[in-house]
């Protein structure tokens, strides 16, 4: 089946500073990935779709400015998260469909990266 | 505005007996919907989907049921197992194309005890 694979699955990081995720589809080549965040206890969020070539689409209130999205190529999206503060600490997953699958492939998630902001 | 709602936060049902998780959706434009486990800290796991077409689409155990008058589809475990705990999330989008967006509900915490 389609993996996606998610880089760091844990960081803790200093107020102000920056953090990269990234993700990988393994065997399978994704032209949109998603990005969702977790709080505890909720639901997961969508904040953008990264679009390979081009730029990612955000979803009302979140800041593109401080959630920088780059989808080089068909196999990573990077995910990063700017100057970043405690209230950003908080569970990322990406996902992407394997669009060689037709319509209807589920949507699969990675395994998340858990932020930790201090 | 929650477009996907799952109202029951948690469901604790007898192993071997059926689970029945309750999802109901605001946005008449869905019509495609999916249900996905979840582990902590790990991200989700399709169980399986169906499309507005439909009213039932059976896999192994899980059975998906979609009442698209009362905006309103369920997932029903039978036999309930032990590794079934988790909580399960159902979702929804317009279209199952690959870059249709998913709406996921609050999800419900399935407890399956001995």
């Known amino acids: 089946g389609a993996v996606v694979s998610q880089h760091p699955s844990w960081v803790i990081c200093k107020s102000g500073t920056s953090v990269k995720i990234e993700c990988r589809s393994l065997?399978?080549?994704?032209?949109?990935m998603f990005w969702y965040r977790q709080f505890p206890k909720q639901s997961l969020m969508l904040m953008a779709t990264?679009?390979?070539?081009?730029?990612?689409t955000y979803e009302q209130g979140v800041e593109k400015d401080k959630f920088l999205i780059n989808h080089a190529s068909l196999t990573l999206s990077t995910l990063t998260v700017t100057s970043a503060h405690p209230e950003d600490s908080s569970f990322y997953i990406c996902?992407?469909?394997?669009w060689g699958r037709g319509l209807g492939s589920p949507l699969h998630f990675g395994n998340g990266t858990r932020l930790t902001v201090t | 505005d929650q477009q996907v709602k799952q109202n029951s936060p948690s469901l604790s049902v007898q192993e071997g007996r059926i689970s029945i998780l309750n999802c109901d959706y605001t946005?008449?434009?869905?019509?495609?919907f999916l249900w996905y486990k979840k582990y902590p800290a790990e991200g989700p796991t399709f169980l399986i989907s169906?499309?507005?077409?439909?009213d039932k689409n059976e896999d192994g155990r899980f059975t998906v049921f979609l009442n698209k008058s009362a905006k309103h589809l369920s997932l029903h475990i039978v036999p309930s197992q032990p590794g079934d705990s988790a909580v399960y999330f159902c979702?929804?989008?317009?279209?199952?194309?690959?870059?249709?967006?998913?709406?996921f509900g609050t999800g419900t915490r399935l407890q399956v005890t001995l």
């Open positions: 996902s992407a469909r394997d």
């Open positions: 946005n008449s434009m869905f019509d495609y």
């Open positions: 169906i499309s507005s077409i439909k």
């Open positions: 979702a929804a989008s317009v279209g199952p194309g690959t870059a249709s967006k998913l709406t």
């Open positions: 065997d399978f080549q994704a032209t949109t």
């Open positions: 990264s679009n390979e070539g081009s730029k990612a």
